[in-house]
T-cell receptor
Framework: NAGVTQTPKFQVLKTGQSMTLQCAQD?????MSWYRQDPGMGLRLIHY???????DQGEVPNGYNVSRSTTEDFPLRLLSAAPSQTSVYFC????????????FGSGTRLTVV | QQPVQSPQAVILREGEDAVINCSSS?????VHWYRQKHGEAPVFLMI?????EQKGHEKISASFNEKKQQSSLYLTASQLSYSGTYFC?????????????FGKGTLLTVNP
């Protein structure tokens, strides 16, 4: 199993550009989430999904869109990049069972100039 | 709303013990604990479900006081490999069991 795979690992964008961060898992996990991590702020939830076709907003959803057309994939779209979106982005997944923890991808470091 | 972790940072010598606390203003369904080493992704340590259970994982254990909406992570006889940032994540009662909100983290440094 590859686990949770995120691409790209690094990305530099210009203000106003759009892009998609990819996330794929091969563990048949129902739940998937996107977090951003900024110094001193911990991990903040952007969007999450409980299954294909179902998504919801987290704490900091503005400027981001998600969709979940399959169980495996959960891409995160930046609509019009801003310097405030410079961050490290983590995708995570877990099974529906209440006793399971999240498995995280290795992250995408995004810089918006 | 983010849970509150304390302390923000702690420095230990190898073999010493530490306690990291996590508290929430809302009723909790579960508490997760993760460790993140510098430049890496967070790694799941353990989960505690409501019921006030205590769990253990080698020399790392945790408790969950549902009534006080608090959890504590106990690291005993610390090793160099324990260094990293520890995050608690909480799931509120009465809602979904998948919306996990993290605290800001506790930086643990273990020195020889």
């Amino acid at each position: 199993n590859a686990g949770v795979t995120q691409t790209p690992k690094f990305q530099v964008l210009k203000t106003g550009q759009s892009m998609t961060l990819q996330c794929a898992q091969d563990m048949n996990h129902e739940y998937m989430s996107w977090y951003r991590q900024d110094p001193g702020m911990g991990l903040r939830l952007i969007h999450y999904s409980v299954g294909a076709g179902i998504t919801d907003q987290g704490e900091v959803p503005n400027g981001y869109n998600v969709s979940r057309s399959t169980t495996e994939d959960f891409p995160l779209r930046l609509l019009s990049a801003a310097p405030s979106q410079t961050s490290v982005y983590f995708c995570a997944s877990r099974r529906r069972q209440a006793g399971d923890g999240y498995t995280f991808g290795s992250g995408t470091r995004l810089t918006v100039v | 709303q983010q849970p509150v972790q304390s302390p923000q940072a702690v420095i230990l010598r190898e073999g010493e013990d530490a306690v990291i606390n996590c508290s929430s203003s809302k009723a909790l369904y579960s508490v997760h604990w993760y460790r993140q080493k510098h430049g890496e992704a967070p790694v799941f340590l353990m989960i505690l479900l409501k019921g006030g259970e205590q769990k253990g994982h080698e020399k790392i254990s945790a408790s969950f006081n549902e009534k006080k909406q608090q959890s504590s992570l106990y690291l005993t006889a610390s090793q160099l490999s324990y260094s990293g940032t520890y995050f608690c994540g909480t799931v509120n009662s009465g809602g979904s069991n998948y919306k996990l909100t993290f605290g800001k983290g506790t930086l643990l440094t273990v020195n020889p």
